[in-house]
């Protein structure tokens, strides 16, 4: 079975999105790991059907070494975003990752991605399952 870690912060909604996406499509054939910046980010993940989550800096460096996807906002690689809530260890650790990383192209961050799409977070979700998750294998 795929692991699938979903990472996010502040409030948790996008996180929250993305994973109820996926088990509407997946059900439970895949696990999803919610990992929050903070308490409120993993909780809302968790009410969106996680499999489990934890939150903080030392729960995301842990967890990312052993998941096969990591999903997230592209603030994710970025140390210290999220107003500071994403360490620039989590940055680290995410990027290091051997997981396969796929980052959505939302950022309250002074980043520019060139050559990206402006759409609803809904439509960009749909984009990343068809394009990057449903033609994964055992998924």
């Not at 692991?3 to 996406?21: E, L, T």
């Not at 934890?54 to 999220?82: F, H, R």
């Not at 990383?101 to 991605?113: A, D, G, R, Y």
């Amino acid at each position: 079975m795929k692991k699938i870690c979903v990472i996010d912060g502040q409030g948790g909604g996008i996180g929250s999105a993305i994973i109820k996406r996926l088990k509407e499509i997946f059900e439970e054939t895949i696990e999803v790991i919610s990992l929050g910046t903070n308490a409120i980010a993993t909780s809302q993940m968790l009410k969106a059907h996680a499999n489990k989550g934890a939150s903080g800096e030392n729960a995301i460096i842990q967890t990312v070494k052993n998941v096969d996807i990591i999903i997230g906002p592209v603030s994710i690689i970025l140390a210290n975003s999220m107003m500071g809530e994403l360490t620039p260890k989590m940055a680290e650790a995410i990027s290091i990752s051997p997981a396969k990383k796929i980052l959505i192209p939302l950022s309250q961050e002074n980043v520019e991605i060139v050559g990206t799409i402006k759409a609803p977070l809904p439509h960009l979700i749909e984009l990343m399952i068809k394009e990057h998750i449903k033609g994964e294998k055992d998924v």
